[in-house]
């Protein structure tokens, strides 16, 4: 059975195609909050005859969304496209992990579930790298056991840079010091060191609160950046959210 699974996030909306359990491709668009179903409606079509993908042989959209706006908007392209209600996953979609609160946004429980079905038998934190920094932790038996939600690296990067007379834009990698000599280098060092030192404190602290050395998956556009840097992540999975999405809405 092959099914379309699409989280909408803040900046942006990923596509994954899964056939069974298994993700074969995914595809991420920009975010545009006012954006009509017209316009998803042939975005999608374009990108669908570039992957090659049958809208006939869709048998089920999942849609995961903290853009209320945008989830109204996608149902309707969905329906135009398939000819089928997708299945629509929030926190109130019962699953083996305990949401806890009703204020939890829908990506950190997709994140929550999928790190409960994929690494089980062992605490797990799920660091997602998106619009914000959040680090999420679950127990072997499901129980959310906490949330730390903070800025995310491009959201504080973009906020210095908009705040700033003279500061330039930078691309997110890693400098070759820690100490910059130039104002770009100085910056790199600051973004990626900077938060990279707020991450394994998270980490750090997680494990000492919970009593355990847990497992740390991560996830989220800049997620590259940060793996390669500390041996306190233990896998790095752009994928992560979108299976948690699958999860989710497989059986619904």
Not at 20 to 49: F, G, H
Not at 125 to 138: H, K, P, R
Request: glycine share 6%.
């Amino acid at each position: 059975m092959k099914s379309i699974v699409i989280n909408i996030g803040n900046s942006n909306i990923r596509f994954g195609l899964f056939n069974e359990d298994n993700c074969d491709i995914s595809w991420v668009i920009n975010t545009k909050p006012y954006r009509t179903a017209d316009e998803l409606y042939v975005q999608m079509l374009m990108l669908y005859q570039t992957y090659k993908i049958e809208p006939a042989e869709i048998s089920k959209v999942i849609i995961g969304s903290v853009v209320p706006q945008l989830t109204k908007v996608m149902s309707a392209a969905i329906k135009k496209i398939h000819d089928i209600h997708p299945v629509i996953v929030d926190r109130n979609t019962p699953s083996e992990v305990q949401a806890k609160s009703k204020q939890m946004g829908t990506d950190i429980y997709a994140n929550l579930v999928a790190a409960h079905n994929m690494y089980p038998d062992r605490k797990k934190i799920v660091l997602d790298f998106g619009t914000a920094l959040t680090a999420s932790c679950v127990a072997e038996s499901g129980e959310t056991l906490g949330v730390i939600i903070a800025p995310g690296i491009v959201t504080a990067l973009n906020s210095l840079i908009s705040q700033t007379a003279q500061l330039p834009e930078i691309e997110l990698v890693k400098p070759k010091t820690v100490l910059g000599l130039d104002t770009v280098t100085c910056m790199q060092s600051g973004m990626v060191y900077g938060f990279l030192g707020m991450v394994e404190g998270f980490i750090d602290r997680i494990n000492d609160e919970v009593n355990d050395d847990c497992f740390v998956v991560a996830t989220g556009g800049v997620s590259h950046v940060y793996k390669p840097l500390t041996d306190k992540i233990h896998v790095m999975d752009r994928l992560h959210t979108l299976k948690g999405l699958y999860f989710l809405g497989k059986n619904l």
